[in-house]
């Protein structure tokens, strides 16, 4: 994989103004990402001063050089929720036939819970429910029904760190006959203590290959201080519970100054994929150019390019 010699492509300096949330921003990280036709879209995390969260639109024709919207992104109905919901973040992108689904976490009083959005146009969203009972975080819906089912990648959340967040060391596979009700189904992969993915979480939604479903995810290396980091697996098309190879070594790690300082130091946080080119039954090709967007140290985003036939190979290595 390579990093776009301009990374960081997007920083707190490129979102304008939207007053009153978002001026003179914090931050922009962890973005979801979808390509439709010729045009790349992101869906941003912005933080404000306030240590708010909100999300904005970014477009683009190239996938490097974006259009940041000046709106806000509401999720219609979202007021209806009794419970206070402090943020909504890391949106994930995925499209089932004509409808782009963006599946998120909520941090709300108690516990994070993963709320499901969807749009036609990527300028009105409509907020569809709150789609874990449990804590939970780092939901990907996959672009199809196997089965019957719909289904989704989840990562529960059980471990505690001192003075951080409550996270979580296993991948699970979800299904649901309507995208709002669902039941665990397996678990798929869990962490490796003492390497480079002691505690996981998916990244993207998994890419169709002719090989298996093509999933990235992030793994966490708890030294004295959290490292995050990219990785790839892949995953039996028919029952992605089970792992067909899953890389012993990360494919991305933090390296770069904007990757290793910031508001959270040493954080590759993927979140957005494009593939440019699939085939007429839906498969990725595999010389098919891929983007991988990431948040970097919480504080910008990074782009990451690849192929399908690169990352493949690196689930075996
Ligand atoms: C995770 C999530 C991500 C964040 C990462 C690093 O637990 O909260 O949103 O990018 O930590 O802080």
Redo the contacts with the bound molecule.
């Keep these: 994989m390579k990093r776009y010699s301009g990374n960081p492509i997007v920083e707190r300096t490129d979102i304008p103004e939207i007053e009153p949330h978002l001026v003179d921003v914090t931050s922009v990280?962890?973005p979801g990402a979808i390509k439709v036709n010729d045009t790349y879209y992101l869906m941003l995390?912005v933080q404000n001063r306030g240590r708010q969260t909100f999300n904005v639109m970014a477009k683009s024709k190239d996938g490097i050089n974006f259009d940041i919207s000046n709106k806000i992104i509401n999720f219609a109905g979202i007021e209806k929720i009794e419970e206070k919901i402090y943020h909504c973040?890391?949106p994930r992108i995925t499209r089932i036939n004509d409808t782009f689904y963006i599946m998120f976490?909520m941090d709300m009083e108690k516990i994070c819970r993963l709320g499901l959005a969807q749009t036609k146009d990527f300028e009105q969203f409509e907020f569809l429910g709150i789609v874990s009972e449990k804590d939970n975080?780092n939901g990907v819906l996959f672009p199809e029904k196997i089965g019957g089912k719909f289904m989704r990648f989840d990562r529960p959340n059980k471990v505690a760190l001192v003075d951080?967040?409550v996270?979580g060391s296993e991948i699970h596979l979800s299904e649901s006959a309507d995208l709002l009700n669902w039941e665990a189904v397996a678990k798929v992969a869990e962490g490796n203590h003492n390497y480079w993915d002691e505690l996981i979480?998916a990244g993207p939604p998994p890419v169709k290959t002719k090989k298996g479903w093509l999933l990235v995810y992030h793994g966490i290396a708890m030294h004295y201080q959290?490292i995050?980091q990219a990785g790839v697996m892949l995953l039996d098309l028919e029952n992605p519970a089970k792992i067909i190879a899953r890389g012993k070594l990360n494919i991305l790690e933090p390296r770069e100054l904007y990757e290793t300082v910031g508001?959270?130091p040493n954080?590759i946080?993927p979140t957005g994929l494009t593939v440019d080119n699939y085939n007429e039954y839906g498969f990725a090709k595999m010389d098919s150019k891929v983007h991988i967007y990431y948040?970097a140290a919480?504080t910008s985003i990074g782009l990451a390019i690849s192929t399908i036939e690169e990352l493949i190979e690196k689930c075996f290595k």
Excluded: L
Aim: cysteine-free; charged content about 20%; glycine content about 16%.
């Design positions: 990280f962890n995390r973040y890391d976490a975080r951080g967040p996270t979480g959290p995050y508001q959270v954080v946080f948040g919480d």
